[in-house]
């Protein structure tokens, strides 16, 4: 997969999760709307500046915009243990499971 195609279908993914059409992510990060949605179609590739704002906007590090990474590492989970005893990260946040 290109990494237009795979860098559109990341900024897609985290616009669709977070509940914004496109105009409204054009409001949030200033890129035009039309922009956006050439990017998420993988017909053209954001400019470096670009990928910074959506970046930050979206809380990522930038290098997994440019990257070929399918799966961000905050979205990397390690399952519990069927015991409840060990903690767990979970989208970067440690949990610790007290019910026992």
Not at 54 to 74: H, Q, T
Request: aromatic share 12%; glycine share 6%.
């Amino acid at each position: 997969m290109a990494i237009t195609q795979l860098l559109g279908e990341k900024i897609r993914k985290y616009r669709e999760q977070l509940a914004f059409s496109v105009e409204e992510l054009a409001q949030h990060t200033g890129i035009p709307g039309e922009l956006l949605k050439q990017y998420e179609q993988g017909e053209q590739e954001p400019s470096g500046d670009e990928i910074l704002v959506l970046a930050d906007f979206f809380k990522c590090d930038f290098r997994f915009f440019i990257s070929n990474e399918n799966v961000a590492p905050f979205e990397r989970s390690i399952k519990p243990n069927p015991d409840y005893s060990s903690p767990i990260w979970l989208a970067g946040v440690l949990w610790i499971d007290f019910r026992r």
